[in-house]
């Protein structure tokens, strides 16, 4: 005991240094150790995920949480090899840094199906994967989070863990095998315990022992669903999102942008705007303006009053305008034919139809906004986002910076779904705040603007041609039409433009595992300039409709039960996919005698990893139809947290459905038409399903969580309507073209 | 509550001359100077620095600011500085100092919250429902909360923790 007492003494000198930085220590195993963004000694071991400081243990997300869970699930990979205590961690979103590499988004670089790739092309992966670290994209996207972090992440606590040990050996003079640890605590066999807090600076300046991760028999959080944590702070109002962090001084501001999309500002006349009780400026932005003032309201009641000269949009004048001009490119050739099984031109075709999905708004609860302030020459910034360092580079840009002059602090996000990989909202703050050194501003967008300056998912349209022979699908032939997302967001990000055949364009229908002898889906780009961007499941998002409403075709046209029908041409290719059609078949129990007066229908699709099959069930009630009953089944191969896991199925398939029903933004002259919720509405409280998940874990490679359930549930629900009404409706939204109760 | 009118404490030239408005939120006492046609959200967020309350939509379609004024709940978009006709209740008044509301114990133990931007609104909205109504069926939760959007879906744990804190309220009472 006298000994504890006498190194925790000691310890405390050496905690003073822990608490001006925090210690950062572990494991990095890569040959070449990435820079640490949270050392701010050179040269010392490093590991980028824990930062141990006398208020306790920190584990450093690298990822941002937008409601998905991945704090909590990042947090436990490390803490499970830490032995770190989960009711006592803190979990905080990882600065801009290289460090904070996404390795798994080359999981989708090869144009390969994931469900037929072969070990050698995964290989390949991982070998791209380390090529993203040079690229040092730190994005929240395609569901890879979890993938990305699986073996980074716990062998970050377990290194650290190690070394921790290493010094209390030391300092104890006992072997390091004879030492165990605990809930933040290294324990030697005569009980006395050292605090991983006063050991934690000594451990930073070590090499990094080696450490084997512990197998999955022995994990005591991961596989668990633990205690989100986040929860707290979201069921109190403490948690922190772009426009509520407390400055002194602050001000109030928001943005007018020309909404002819593609448009800018003649000139404009603030006069109005000024005579606003509380506008206190109204800046010039080059195609909008920034109203600032002593609140939102006054802010936003300026930049209504504002008069301001709009130039026109280049843009097609209306959306019947902007399909004619996605459908001119089928007169193509192909980008890409990323499926070619047999000889699809020899077949002929018994059916032929057109499908198309409209341009959609990301709507996430909170709007766009940030928080900025340039102090002295240095800007600082909060704001959720999905790409700190693309946020950083474009704040500094803004502000006519150099990067280093930067800091950008990721806070949680109301929703992301794709929309906070954008930059515009932190390169709009950086601009007022550079116009207005010293004054913190907080940026919040109206509705309006943000529907109206969304980076939409793209409308697309898709000609299809089948044939059925003898209860099986014999052709399945998809062209498909569309602006494309990757070149655009590319052009953005990334400054240039790329060529090549583009996967994400035909992702969620040329890589699904069906066994049909003549397969092909053949890729066409539209030259059409809407702004777009990711959308949850981006290109499955339309892409899981045309396929499996035309599979429900064929399965009709073959007189074949729609979900046998799948089953007989999905297992020759995948067991795994087979195994969620099962599942969702005995969780709804499809094969029972359906009541008069409901329908039924189910889809399947293989995105982001994990194969997703929903079964979506109507019912005709006197004031419309209903949507009763969902079921789900997916395979994410392993699972870390069933309750994040589950959570996350049902948020995506209620976006699905919500997009499905009613979710549609149509353009006049280039203007969005949709301006807030009660023209952009999604599924509430009375109108959602009921809804039962099963998860299975027979999936060789882990699969994400986030996207999967959204692609499945738009093609189930028209199935189901079909069902229901015999209509079989090719485009969406439905709710325009039937009587649901909306 | 009563509101008070005082005198204009200072007067801009051109501008219409501020006059302070007392409200009172969470039992606290606030004097601020904004114009009084200022919507409480506004207030709540901007002036008294209380960012619990969110702002989705402005035009009440979202719920996301759903406060309490005299313990009904309402959309603090909706609602102006000067048509306040009461003490204000937000999400950081819920709790009794640390110990938290019933529907926050549940909205914990259902790990309601995803994104959570959407759950202050939820919490003060079900709120209301239980005042009202201890043992609501699914149908008074859905009527009740149809005015709350979530976009990410996070309905049948809201639902779940509706249930469950209507459950521990009224076994407290019975207790």
Redesign the interface.
Known sequence: MSLLRKITRRSLLVGAVAITGGAAFGIYQIRRPVTNPLQPAEGATLNPYILIDQGGISIIAPRAEMGQGVHTTLAALVAEELDAEWDSIRVLHGPPAAAYYNAALAHGALPVADYAMADWQRRVTEGLGAATRLLGLQVTGGSTSTVDAFDRMRQAGAGAREALKAVAADRLGVAVDDLRTETGRVIAPDGTELDYRDLAAEAATRPVPRATLRPQSEWKLLGRSLPRTDMRAKATGMAQFSTDIDLPGLKCATVRICPYLGGGMAGFDPAPALAVPGVEHVLDLGDGIAVVARNTWAAMQGAEAAQIDWTPSPLPATTEAMFDRIARAFEDRPNSTMRDDGRPDEVTARIEAEYSVPFLAHTTMEPMGATAWLQDGHLTLWVGNQAPREHLKVAAEAAGLARENVTLHTVFLGGGFGRRVETDVTRQAAQIAAMLPGTPIRLTWSRAEDIGHDFYRPAAIARMRGAVAAGRATLFDARIAAPSVTRQAIARLAGRNIGGPDKGHVEGAFDQPYAIPHYRVAGHLADLDVPIGFWRAVGSSFNGFFHESFIDELAHAAGRDPLAFRLDHVAPESATAAGVLEAVRDLSDWDAPRADGTGRGVAMTWSFGTPTAVVIELQQASRGIRITRAWMACDPGLVLDHAIVRTQMESGLIYGLSAALMGAITFTDGRADQENFPDYDALRMDTTPRIEVAILQNNPHMGGAGEPGTPPAMPALANALFDLTGQRIRSLPLAPQADFIT | MALSWPLPVTARAG??A?MSTELTVNGTTYSTD??IQ??L???L???L?L?????????A??G?CTVHVDGQAVRSCQITLGDLWGDVT???G??RGDR?APL?ET??RH??????????GQ?MQAAELLAENPSPSDDD???A???????????????AAIHDAARSINGGRAG
């Open positions: 501008a219409t501020p904004a114009p200022t919507p959200l506004w207030v967020r901007d002036e620095g960012t619990g309350t969110k702002f989705g939509c402005g035009v379609a979202c996301a937000t999400i950081e819920l709790a938290l926050q909205w914990i790990q309601v919250a995803q994104c959570g931007y959407c759950q202050s919490i939760i859905d009527a909360m149809a005015g709350n959007l979530c976009r990410c879906g996070t309905y049948s744990a809201i639902r």
